[in-house]
């Protein structure tokens, strides 16, 4: 019986050309080296490495120990409203709201344990979920009724900085939680040293890989990139609005709590969370 000779070059994936198409399956490093700087997030990390390096070479305390454990908390409120935000932008959407939830959540967190007289872990549970209910009005009014999101999310921003003021009658009240000597439950919620930075990196950590690689943060994409053939594929175009609010306006009042117990005082004034939401939005 006669044996059928067979070209080498066609002898499968043990053969030269398998082997060929396995090295085309794996990037070189000069490829791999292309496609990360064409990532958009490159150019940030570039930027602050240089300003990191001008202000290490031009002050001669800016990376000791003490000088960095003063600075790194205070990244850690931009990081979380900045996540917040950007699954509500995502949308072409924008959320204003996030100053006056800011400026509320500790209000009633301090309420909420002083004068109903809950602990102070049902009382930060209580002021997030009026948080929750804050952003899901501005998700029905902006999804459901069609109303344009600037509009909606600033006439809140009024109404709760003007209730923060009305509840609070303008007087700096002591954070409960937050006063020294310092219990867990301050430490872990913003006093402690790097409490804040630590929650920053894993809620930022998690609302990427939300946004990556859940359905969720597909939905959100579609509705963003166009609402009519999301909603024609099936995409329930108003849950995913107002559940992105919802996320909005939670991550605002957490910050704001956690402000609150790094201060060790709540303090019922619009101007300061104004300034770092607008930088938020900014960022």
């Known amino acids: 019986m006669a044996s059928v000779a067979q070209d080498p070059a066609s002898a499968g994936p043990g053969g030269p050309e398998g082997s060929a198409q396995s090295r085309r399956a794996f990037p070189g490093w000069r490829e791999i080296g292309s496609r990360i700087v064409s990532l958009r997030e490159v150019s940030i990390i570039v930027i602050t490495l240089v300003v990191a390096i001008y202000f290490s070479v ?15 908390p205070y990244f850690a409120p931009f990081a979380i ?147 009519l053939g999301a909603a024609e594929a099936g995409v329930r175009v108003n849950l995913v609005m107002i559940r992105n609010f919802m996320l909005c306006a939670l991550t605002a009042g957490l910050v704001g709590i956690f402000e609150a117990i790094r201060s060790q005082t709540v303090q019922p004034n619009p101007a300061g969370p104004n300034e770092i939401v607008s930088l938020a939005i900014e960022a």
Not at 58 to 72: A, I, K, M, P, R
Not at 145 to 152: D, E, Q, R, Y
């Open 58 to 72: 031009n002050t001669s305390s800016f990376l000791s120990g003490g000088n960095l454990e003063t600075l790194l």
């Open 81 to 227: 409203l900045a996540a917040g935000e950007v699954f509500v932008m995502i949308l072409g959407e924008i959320d204003l709201s996030i100053a006056g939830m800011y400026l509320f959540a500790p209000i009633m967190y301090y309420k909420l344990n002083t004068s109903v007289g809950l602990p102070l872990g049902l009382s930060l549970i209580g002021a997030l979920l009026i948080c929750l209910t804050v952003g899901a009005v501005n998700g029905a009014f902006v999804s459901i009724l069609g109303i344009n999101s600037f509009v909606t999310t600033l006439g809140t921003l009024f109404t709760f900085e003007g209730l923060s003021l009305i509840i609070s009658k303008g007087t700096p009240v002591a954070t409960p939680g937050g006063q020294i000597p310092v219990g867990s439950f301050g430490k872990v919620f913003g006093a402690g040293t790097y409490s804040e930075l630590i929650w920053a990196v894993a809620i930022v950590a998690l609302l990427q890989v939300v946004l990556t690689f859940t359905r969720s943060g597909l939905y959100t994409v579609a509705v963003g990139s166009n609402k």
